[in-house]
């Protein structure tokens, strides 16, 4: 192999991979919206201190001390980003230079000349690449002597610490900077690929020739392998401080980290690292004592259980044990891990989205104090902060211990693809959500937030310095020049000053008039505020000249003056930070740390993850529930249920904060690429979910649309209004009706992708909704036609807006399985029969007027087959009572899902079940006929209660009789069958109002073929239009073509029943001699007796009323009988109610008697129903004789 196999990149191309002056595509920005343009005013920012630098106070050194440190951050965070995103130059060429290096035994001089030929190219390709990476090493490491110069200067300065010339500001400026050291000293060890690109290229640019500055190289890249070089210089640097100055420093600085810590004094998520990790150095600075410092291990135990790594720049991190360690102070300190509440902290972020949009609207109104919307506002940074650090030590916990899976040798790819259980990924998804929502939202409202913050700010900062200092001057009475030399030109400097206004002259601490404070919209610079805190902490720390009396009289400073400096101080610790709220907003919203992986691909020496490595897809495909491992919840066919799959959206978002980075501080356009690519494949995805979202989006729509607003109502009282379903649909219908839909730079064609599984959804829906038919039969009906509507109005709606979906009906048909050639028994008829023959015939009672069954036991659906989740229980909620009555519209919404083959199958299978039914009564009657005597009636003089009280003893016995019950019970049974025959046959009536039925109204002829509607023409004029169509109307309908089948087929069953056995018949010639009476009228007499009986006593065995265990069936059984028989008469004549009603109206005695007035109350009930049964029945069976009649003529 030559060196023309080797392609270099250009160096142009290389300066285009990792400088990035533009952004190359707008969707990259934050959040994928466009980045806001914030104004700042002058000497707004913590780097621009000139204002305040060349005074004489003593804050100015200090200013000047953080403006170092501030330009010593940077130049670190440059340093580190720029390290971060190099990647291994050599590893892709090292095979191909080391086969070109080799050199044969037998050389020959042409040979020779090639191979040193080759040698110059390599040198000439690499000499660049090598020179560019020696740069950056080396002036990593000349920054990083300098900075440590700079801190042991600081520490060594005993004027610093023993005057008190120090502040919180100092300490927190020296542990950002120390935070960024670490992460350099860290970070060229952790990534080998820095020193083996050193040595390969060194080796390879000075192939075949001399190295001049060998020994420097060497120890660049002694420094570079080093562990803890720059810490160690450092401790090294230290050690000629004395040991009395290390431990007033340590006494200094650690326990104002420990306070930052405990009592969370930080803004920035990252300054919680920053500080624990200078104190992890102070021990190591100066070691403390265990037994005077146990504060100080109590305080690193407690840490090393909460935060048992300590991040330091995206996955790159140290274990907070191994560091402790290195102290030699505490060596028993055991590893553990880190327990956070994320349940917490969800419901903090929960919370503060319900309530922080009210508060803000009523903090603008002026109706909340300014103060109270800032502490508010400050704690949910703060919680975004924490919630931002669980997030990152989560994923770094479970990189640095990868579970054993001996299928993926990758230990990142173990540990992100497997490392993460289904409660771990499911807590990820919810806060991150959450987190980016908090974030939005105090983004959404910035413009109020800053002018609200701002309010508070400046009165704040201009009452202490207006007000609060010069009460300080005015209670000094020792050292008040002193005092006054610090006081009167920090106030003068940063005092908002009226033209006029006195700053001094009031000597009264009891009748002081507070100085006006005006409320402007320019906020108070961060930099005064720096200043101003600086200034007072000199004049409270422990060595300053004030404090320095041994007596407290003789100090310049009292105890009332000391705690109002420190209530400022407290107040205004985090003011700095919350001026800067953009920035702040930014750091604390971005996300892009749970994508990057560099120091990984050096870790696992590889060039490349795959996408599954990636934890923005792991989320994304949890979200979608689409690996089995991740999915446990499944509905009734099985299918994973998607439950978190609306929070898909939310992971993509960790794509844009990462492609933002990279453009902004990484600035490589080589990450941007990877990026992009990956949410490409990402975003392929999110097809189902946009399906989902749709469908539901639609569907709820479509619901709320159906429930009327009455029922609304009493069902939000049961519902959180927070789960009330929202119309999202209106939201989605533009977007739809595009061709093409851009997320994130990609083009995704919605109307293509989103159909098929659309069109799934429909289908599933339709088949769940149908399913209720097996478990609640016909009750069920009205919701299943209902939700079917839905399901269709939902279908319409998708497909004006642009989708094109299968034909409901054929959905519907697939589902009842009415599309195959057997369709006449599917299983919804099969369902019909049993629902109809066994569970409505023997577990519902009958009501008439109107005709309805209730069940003994109505069941409660779940909600998934009305909808997905609260939709679903609404609609179950608000269609429940229709499961708990069976009525006409029942039986009607099931005919219209049949076709006429299937009726008349079902009415096949019916008679089959009716003829067995009415078999068994017989069998009973027959061996209970006989007992059932009807004696003769007493005379109408007998008074009412003894013509009762006779019929009673007669009958009482049968109260009792299980043989009467289970008589009754067949003809519940019976009845209730035929009641539900008369119902299907209104129900089909109603269906089929075809031409045919028309014309039957129009020229209808009766039985006799006698046409009766032909004076229909008397109304239209002869000729017209109307009158010629009429008489075009070729088929008739008779008389007996229009008898409802249902009935008609079931009165022919018993009529044949009683024409072949006889049972029903009378043969007695005397009707009025009731003790000779034969027929089923004089039986009924009996039976109608004992069943009113039974309702007043409530016999039969069960706690509830006969009338509600046997229903009406009873009595529309008994009376469809005695109307086909034609017994009427007879009836009449037997009827002992009738007979006691009768003498009830002539014995006004009785009147008293509750019992008897039971009786007849309930008598009317049940000769009401008799004889409304006997109505329906008798003009059919009538009509159906006459045909008979005629047909046999």
Same mark, same amino acid.
């Given at each position: 192999m030559t060196i023309k196999s080797i392609v270099f990149p250009t160096q142009s191309g290389i300066d285009e991979w990792n400088n990035i002056e533009k952004p190359p595509i707008v969707e990259d920005v934050e959040i994928s919206s466009p980045a806001s343009t914030f104004i700042h005013y002058t000497n707004m920012s913590y780097f621009h201190h000139a204002l305040f630098a060349k005074t004489h106070l003593?804050?100015?050194?200090?200013?000047?001390?953080?403006? #170092?440190?501030?330009?010593? @951050?940077?130049?670190?965070?440059?340093?580190?980003?720029?390290?971060?995103?190099?990647?291994?130059? *050599?590893?892709?060429?090292?095979?191909?230079?080391?086969?070109?290096?080799?050199?044969?035994?037998?050389?020959?001089?042409?040979?020779?000349? $090639?191979?040193?030929?080759?040698?110059?190219?390599?040198?000439?390709? *690499? $000499?660049?690449? +090598?020179?560019?990476?020696? @740069? #950056?090493? &080396?002036? /990593?490491?000349?920054?990083?002597?300098? *900075?440590?110069?700079? #801190?042991?200067?600081?520490?060594?300065?005993n004027g610093v610490w023993s005057n008190g010339q120090y502040s919180a500001n100092l300490i927190h400026a020296i542990c950002r900077l120390f935070y960024r050291l670490a992460t350099l000293d860290e970070m060229h060890l952790i990534k080998p690929s820095l020193a083996n690109d050193f040595s390969n290229l060194m080796s390879y640019a000075f192939s075949g020739k001399g190295n001049q500055n060998q020994n420097e190289y060497i120890q660049l890249k002694q420094w570079i392998s080093a562990e803890n070089s720059i810490e160690n210089e450092l401790l090294d640097g230290t050690k000629e401080i004395p040991e009395a100055l290390r431990s007033k420093v340590f006494h200094i600085v650690m326990p104002v980290l420990i306070d930052f810590i405990e009592k969370k004094k930080y803004v920035v998520p990252e300054d919680l690292y920053a500080y624990l990790r200078t104190s992890l150095f102070m021990i190591r600075f100066f070691t403390p004592d265990q037994k005077s410092d146990s504060n100080v291990k109590d305080f690193l135990l407690n840490q090393a259980m909460a935060h048992p790594v300590i991040p330091l720049t995206i996955e790159i991190a140290s274990t907070f044990t191994d560091l402790v360690r290195k102290s030699n102070a505490f060596p028993n300190l055991k590893p553990t891990k880190a327990n956070y509440n994320y349940d917490q902290l969800q419901s903090e972020l929960h919370n503060f989205l319900i309530t922080f949009p009210a508060h803000i609207t009523l903090a603008n109104q002026g109706d909340l104090d300014v103060s109270q919307i800032y502490d508010e506002i400050l704690h949910c940074i703060q919680l975004i902060g924490r919630t931002k650090n669980a997030v990152r030590e989560l994923l770094i916990q479970k990189l640095l211990y990868p579970p054993d &899976?001996?299928?993926?040798?990758?230990? +990142?790819?173990?540990?992100?693809?497997? %490392? +993460?259980?289904?409660?771990?990924?499911?807590?990820?998804?919810? !806060? !991150?959500s959450l987190w980016r929502s908090a974030h939005d939202l105090l983004r959404d409202h910035f413009a109020t937030i800053t002018r609200l913050v701002t309010l508070h700010i400046n009165r704040t900062v201009q009452n202490f310095i207006k007000n609060e200092l010069e009460k300080i001057l005015i209670r000094c009475k020792k050292m008040k020049d002193q005092v006054e030399a610090i006081i009167s030109p920090l106030r003068e400097l940063t005092g908002d000053w009226m033209r006029g206004e006195e700053r001094t002259g009031q000597s009264n601490i009891k009748n002081f008039k507070d100085h006006t404070i005006l409320d402007k919209l320019a906020p108070t610079p961060p930099a005064t505020i720096e200043f101003i805190r600086i200034q007072v902490s000199h004049m409270i720390n422990e060595g300053n000249e004030l404090l320095r009396p041994v007596k407290p009289k003789d100090r310049g400073l009292g105890s009332d003056d000391i705690a109002a400096i420190n209530n400022f101080l407290n107040a205004s610790e985090n003011f700095e930070s919350i001026l800067l709220f953009d920035e702040v907003l930014i750091d604390v919203g971005d996300q892009s740390d749970l994508y990057f992986r560099e120091v990984q691909l050096d870790i696992n020496n590889v060039t490349a993850f795959p996408i599954r490595a990636s934890l923005p897809f792991v989320l994304c495909e949890y979200a979608l529930s689409a690996r089995k491992s991740y999915g446990t919840e499944k509905d009734q066919h099985g299918k994973v249920v998607p439950e978190n799959a609306e929070l898909i959206f939310y992971p993509l978002a960790i794509y844009d904060d990462a492609a933002n980075r990279a453009r902004t501080k990484l600035a490589s356009k080589m990450l941007m690429d990877e990026i992009m690519g990956e949410a490409t494949i990402c975003l392929s995805t999110l097809t189902t979910l946009i399906s989902d979202f749709t469908f539901n989006a639609f569907r709820s729509y479509a619901t709320m649309k159906y429930i009327p607003d009455n029922i609304q109502e009493g069902l939000k009282k049961t519902v959180d209004p927070d789960q009330w379903p929202q119309n999202r649909s209106y939201r989605l219908i533009t977007m739809i009706q595009q061709n093409s839909y851009y997320l994130h730079g990609q083009n995704l064609d919605l109307r293509s992708l989103i159909t098929k599984v659309v069109d799934g959804y429909m289908c599933d829906s339709v088949e769940s909704t149908v399913g209720l038919f097996d478990k609640y039969g016909i009750a069920s009906g009205i919701a299943v036609t209902k939700t079917l509507d839905i399901l269709n109005d939902t279908r319409r709606l998708l497909c004006e807006a642009g989708l094109t979906l299968m034909p409901f009906e054929l959905m519907v048909k697939s589902a009842l399985g009415i599309s195959?050639?057997?369709?006449?028994? *599917?299983?919804?008829? $099969? %369902?019909?029969? $049993?629902? !109809? /023959?066994? &569970?409505?015939?023997?577990? /519902?009672?009958?009501?008439? &007027?109107?005709?309805?069954?209730?069940?003994?036991?109505? %069941?409660v659906p779940g909600s998934a087959s009305f909808g997905k989740g609260n939709l679903g229980k609404i609609l179950r909620d608000a269609l429940l009572p229709t499961f708990s009555v069976i009525t006409n519209e029942h039986f009607s919404v099931i005919i219209r899902l049949l076709d006429s083959g299937t009726i008349a199958q079902l009415l096949k299978d019916i008679q089959a079940d009716f003829s067995k039914k009415i078999e068994r009564f017989v069998e009973l009657y027959n061996k209970q006929a006989p007992k059932l005597q009807r004696f003769k009636d007493e005379p109408m003089n007998t008074p009412s209660t003894l013509v009762f009280d006779r019929f009673e003893g007669a009958y009482r016995f049968f109260a009792e009789d299980t043989e009467i019950e289970k008589l009754f019970k067949a003809m519940k049974a019976l009845g209730n069958i035929m009641s539900i025959a008369s119902m299907l046959d209104i129900s089909i009536a109603v269906k089929k109002l075809t031409k045919m039925h028309i014309a039957g109204f129009l020229r209808g002829s009766s039985i006799d073929g006698k046409e009766y509607n032909d004076e229909i023409f008397n109304f239209l004029p002869e000729g017209s239009v109307a009158s010629d169509a009429i008489k075009r109307l070729d088929e008739r309908v008779t008389g007996k073509d229009v008898h409802p089948p249902f009935i008609s087929a079931l009165i022919r069953q018993i009529y044949d029943t009683s024409e072949k056995t006889g049972i029903f018949d009378e043969r007695a010639i005397n009707y009025l001699m009731f003790e000779t009476l034969t027929g089923f009228a004089r039986a009924w007499s009996v039976l109608e007796f004992v069943f009113c009986i039974n309702c007043v006593d409530n016999k039969m065995g069960s706690s509830l009323s006969p009338l509600q265990v046997y229903g009406e069936g009873v009595m529309f059984i008994a009376g469809a009988i005695i109307a086909i028989i034609e017994q009427e008469n007879i009836h009449f004549a037997t009827d002992i109610g009738r007979r006691i009603m009768r003498v009830k109206g002539l014995d006004f005695a009785s009147a008293n008697n509750d019992r008897l007035a039971r009786f007849c109350s309930l008598y009317e009930l049940e000769s009401s129903s008799l004889h409304w049964a006997i109505s329906v029945i008798s003009p059919i069976a009538k009509q159906m004789k006459l045909a008979d009649q005629y047909e046999d003529k």
């Open positions: 003593t804050a100015s050194r200090e200013i000047n001390t953080i403006q #170092l440190f501030d330009d010593c @951050i940077k130049a670190a965070d440059h340093f580190i980003y720029d390290l971060y995103a190099r990647r291994s130059i *050599t590893k892709a060429l090292l095979p191909s230079v080391d086969r070109s290096e080799v050199i044969p035994d037998n050389e020959t001089p042409q040979q020779a000349e $090639e191979r040193q030929a080759r040698q110059a190219a390599v040198r000439k390709a *690499t $000499e660049p690449l +090598f020179t560019e990476l020696y @740069i #950056l090493l &080396n002036d /990593c490491k000349t920054f990083a002597s300098d *900075t440590v110069s700079h #801190l042991i200067r600081l520490f060594s300065d &899976n001996p299928t993926i040798k990758s230990p +990142f790819e173990r540990s992100v693809r497997i %490392g +993460f259980s289904n409660a771990d990924l499911k807590t990820v998804l919810h !806060i !991150i195959v050639p057997s369709s006449f028994h *599917t299983r919804l008829m $099969e %369902g019909l029969k $049993e629902d !109809i /023959c066994h &569970n409505i015939a023997y577990k /519902c009672y009958m009501r008439s &007027n109107p005709t309805r069954f209730f069940p003994d036991n109505p %069941g």
